[in-house]
C-alpha cells in the first residue's frame, strides 16, 4: 500500500472514557472526618465547658422552679396517690425536723432534670454530632425517642402498677402489736428507687437491637444464655431495688420478659440484615 492510499484510510479514534460518578456520600464522609481534626483539641474543651455550664444553668433554674411549685403546690401527693388506700388517712409521716425540707428538695431537682432533660441532650447532640458520620447521625434521633419512650413507658408502669402492688403486698405483713405507718422518706426513696430502675430495665430491647445491628451479639447467643440471664436479672433486681423478695419479683418478672422480647428483636435485626447483606 502506498503512502497516499494510507492518507485516505480513516484512522479509528480510541473509545472515550467511562464517565466519572460523582458519589455525594463520600465527600461528605471525607468532610466527616476532616471535621474530627479541625477544631484543636482546647477548643474541644472550652465547647464541653460551655455546654456543661449551660445544662447546670437551666437544670438550677429547673430547681428553683420546681421549688416555687412544690411550696405552692402539693407535689408529693401526686406521687402517694397511688398507694394512699394503703396509708393511715391516706397520709405519709413526717418523723425529723429536716425530713420535710430534704424531700423538697428532692422533688425539685427531680422536677428540674425533667425540665431541663431537652436543653442537656440538645447539648450532648451538638457537642457530639460533629464527629459522627453521617449514617450514624441518622440512627441517633430514632434511638434517642425509642429509648425515652421505653424509659417513660417503665416509669409508668412502676408507678400505676408495681408500686401499689408491692404497697398492697408489704403492708399484709403486719403484727397485732404494730401499725403500719410509712415515712415520707423511705417512701420516696423506695417509689424513686422503683421507677428509675423499671425505666432503665425498658432500655433492654433499645440496646440488644443496637448491638445486633452492630454484629456484637446474635439471637442464637442469647438463647444459648438464656439461663445464665434469668440468674442475672434476679441478682440485679436485688441490688436495683429495696432489700425484700416482693420488690424483687415485681422488677425481675418485667425483665425477664423484655430479655425474651429482645431476643425476638435480635434476630429480626440480625435476618434483616442478613437480607441486605445478600442483595448487596
Known sequence: ??????????????????????????????????????????????????????????????????????????????????????????????????????????????????????????????????????????????????????????????FYITLPLGMAFFSKFQFASTEFMLTASSYLDMALKMIMATGFVFELPIAIMLLARLGIISPQFLRAKRRHAIVGIFLLSMVVTPPDPGSMVLVAVPMAFLYELSVWIAYVVARKKQKGERAG
Open 1 to 158: 500500500m502506498d503512502e497516499e492510499t494510507k492518507k485516505l484510510v480513516p484512522v479509528e479514534s480510541p473509545p472515550p472514557p467511562p464517565p466519572v460518578v460523582y458519589d455525594d456520600s463520600q465527600e461528605e464522609d471525607e468532610d466527616d472526618l476532616n471535621r474530627k481534626s479541625e477544631m484543636p483539641f482546647l477548643d474541644h474543651l472550652e465547647e464541653l465547658r460551655m455546654r456543661i455550664l449551660w445544662s447546670l444553668a437551666t437544670l438550677f433554674i429547673g430547681i428553683c422552679i420546681g421549688f416555687y411549685l412544690n411550696s405552692r403546690y402539693d407535689i408529693l401527693q401526686i406521687l402517694v396517690k397511688p398507694v394512699a388506700p394503703y396509708l393511715r388517712d391516706g397520709k405519709l409521716m413526717i418523723i425529723r425536723p429536716t425530713e420535710g425540707f430534704m424531700i423538697a428538695l428532692k422533688l425539685s431537682f427531680g422536677f428540674g432534670l425533667i425540665v431541663a432533660s431537652p436543653v442537656i441532650l440538645y447539648q450532648l447532640w451538638a457537642f457530639l454530632a460533629p464527629a459522627l458520620l453521617k449514617k450514624e447521625r441518622r440512627l441517633v434521633f430514632p434511638l434517642l425517642f425509642a429509648s425515652i419512650f421505653m424509659f417513660v413507658l417503665g416509669a409508668v408502669m412502676a
